[in-house]
């Protein structure tokens, strides 16, 4: 076996990427264990307070302070997209794979599903799923699994198809080597640097619903933070304190735009 | 002929499957219908009476073509939340009725939008030799991606509404009232929807128009003495104009999907806010139309683009 350099193409678009998301990561782990103040002491004598240096991005109607809160939330955000791109992405390459390799009557069934789903806004999606199972965490997780399945299956699909007649796969075909061992050893590993793409979309795609859902009060629930929740919270108070949801919905524009650069960046290096 | 024949039994075979997934969805969703109307105290007798009164006794297919079959003819079911009066429950008709219009009036509004200003700006994009503005569209179209639609919502509230003082944000105007002042208010919602489709779309129709200006049939245009104008707009333009329907299509399904979150920021009552009430109240008759609705409309708006890029584009029929 050839073994391969790790020689990374790097561009504008990763290095801005990963500084961006790094910051964003860092604040969230740093959130579970340790943030300015408590993200529940209220305080009268500091409602809306502007931004300054006690205080980041000010304070709240209560007197809390929003940077705090809004590394509690980043937190919630982040979590909830990773789990359904895991979630998704796990299910869509089993799947994907299979009705990819081997074709038949199950891969249309499968395809004319996931076309189906796929056309449809995912915000919507979530909201029927949502309406059926009910809300919360779990639910929503499992909502938004289900709406961003498609996507991945539909990817990993199409590139098994692309790789299941290459060359090297019909000789070790004729190697003898076994199908699981031919799907998940030799062809899963080269469809990785079009999957990575895929899961920074999905990733980006699955924060934007589940913010959106926390605003509209049918995602996240209190006393859980959440960025959309906050928003939402925040909208009252639109005229005494703009920074009260600049700050949330900043923080929101910050994570995609720096996911969103990270897959390009990817996109590009791996050309 | 045989194509559009194949594409309308193809859509009533969807309409079909969606219609019963809806139903089926919304017979597996927990708890007890009769019990969320009467509450936990009601007498046994009450409870089957009601349960008699609403058909619940019969079987799944019965009442699938019973309530699909009203749906087609108008009857939408009722509400169990929304009174019309001591008796009567709100007919799901009546309460969507008034609402419909607001909604549809937003989209359309986000939709004109989107290809007023994106299309110019596509092309304006496209032929710019300049670097600083290509370089600045990049970001500025990038970074309106990102932001969420709600959150596009506060802040045109706050920079219309507060800063600037163009339009008083919560004083809704009723389209029966005053339909200009309606379509005034409208504007800033859609503008919510329309920034990140703008910067799409007319990112789409740049890179479209960018492969298509490297095609054989440009140079052809300019050696035989095509003005530039006519290459750019009677050519190029055409052919990149074929995917970008396709994409706008797609996007109709997102602005639909933009009201829903955009109306709850506005206050405005269309059947966004209603179709999230419900789900919050548990008012399954009213979630289960809107949410046949909502998807009809979607996948109408599907079909018709299906057809449409064959008018624009007879090279697909012929394949």
């Known amino acids: 076996m050839v073994k391969r350099r790790s020689s990374i193409q790097w561009n504008k678009y990763l290095i801005a990427g990963l500084c961006m998301t790094g910051l964003v990561v860092f604040l969230a782990v740093l959130g579970i264990f340790w943030t300015p103040y408590s993200t529940t002491a209220m305080s009268v004598s500091e409602r809306f307070e502007a931004p300054s240096l006690r205080h980041l991005f000010g304070t709240d109607n209560y007197g809390r302070d929003i940077f705090s809160r809004v590394m509690e939330g980043m937190g919630t955000t982040i979590l909830i997209g990773t789990l359904v791109v895991a979630l998704s992405g796990a299910s869509g390459i089993l799947i994907g794979a299979l009705t990819g390799y081997f074709g038949g009557i199950v891969d249309e069934v499968v395809m004319r599903i996931v076309d189906a789903i796929n056309g449809f806004p995912s915000i919507l999606l979530a909201l029927v799923v949502i309406s059926v199972m009910g809300t919360g965490q779990r639910n929503l997780v499992i909502s938004l699994s289900i709406v961003f399945m498609p996507s991945f299956i539909r990817i990993v699909r199409s590139e098994f198809i692309r790789l299941r007649d290459a060359d090297y796969i019909s000789r070790a075909r004729l190697m003898g080597v076994g199908r699981l061992r031919i799907l998940f050893v030799h062809i899963l590993p080269n469809i990785f640097s079009t999957f990575w793409v895929s899961v920074m979309i999905g990733f980006n795609n699955a924060i934007l619903a589940e913010s959106g859902m926390s605003y509209l009060g049918i995602g996240v629930q209190p006393p859980q933070a959440s960025l959309g929740k906050m928003l939402s919270d925040a909208q009252g108070y639109l005229t005494s304190a703009p920074w009260y949801a600049l700050a949330p919905g900043l923080t929101i524009v910050w994570i995609v735009l720096g996911f969103s650069l990270l897959s390009e960046g990817i996109r590009r290096a791996g050309k | ?319």
């Not at chain 2, 179209?141 to 919502?153: E, K, Y």
């Open chain 2, 1 to 319: 002929m045989k194509y559009l024949g194949k594409k309308i039994i193809t859509l009533i075979m969807t309409l079909f499957v969606v219609s019963a997934a809806a139903f089926i969805a919304f017979q597996i969703i927990p708890g007890d219908v009769v019990t969320s109307i009467l509450g936990t105290e009601a007498t046994p007798e009450r409870e089957a009476q009601l349960r008699e009164e609403l058909g619940l006794n019969d079987p799944p297919a019965v009442r699938y073509f019973r309530w699909i079959g009203g749906v087609l003819q108008g009857d939408l079911g009722v509400s169990y939340r929304y009174a019309k009066n001591m008796n009567e429950m709100m007919p799901v008709a009546e309460l969507i009725g008034d609402k419909l219009p607001v909604t549809l009036s937003l989209a359309a509004i986000s939709l004109v939008l989107i290809i007023v200003v994106a299309i110019p700006l596509g092309v304006l994009w496209a032929r710019s030799r300049n670097k600083v503005l290509d370089a600045a569209l990049g970001v500025i179209t990038q970074v309106s991606m990102a932001i969420p639609s709600f959150f596009l919502g506060i802040l045109v509230t706050y920079l219309f509404g507060m800063v600037l003082k163009c339009f008083a944000p919560g004083n809704y105007v009723s389209y029966e009232k005053d339909p200009g002042g309606f379509l005034f208010y409208l504007l800033f919602p859609a503008l919510a929807i329309a920034i990140p489709k703008i910067a799409m779309t007319a990112r789409f129709l740049r890179n479209s128009m960018l492969t298509e200006l490297k095609a054989d049939y440009v140079r052809t245009a300019r050696s035989k003495g095509c003005s530039e104008r006519r290459v750019m707009y009677g050519h190029v333009l055409r052919n990149a104009m074929m995917p970008v329907i396709t994409f706008l299509g797609m996007i109709i399904a997102e602005i639909v999907a933009g009201s829903i979150v955009v109306e709850q920021v506005f206050s405005l009552p269309g059947i966004g806010r209603l179709l999230i009430s419900s789900i919050s109240t548990r008012d399954l008759p009213v979630v289960e139309i809107l949410i046949l609705y909502i998807t009809f409309v979607v996948i109408f708006v599907y079909f018709l683009v299906d057809i449409l890029y064959r008018v624009v584009d007879p090279r697909i029929s012929s394949k």
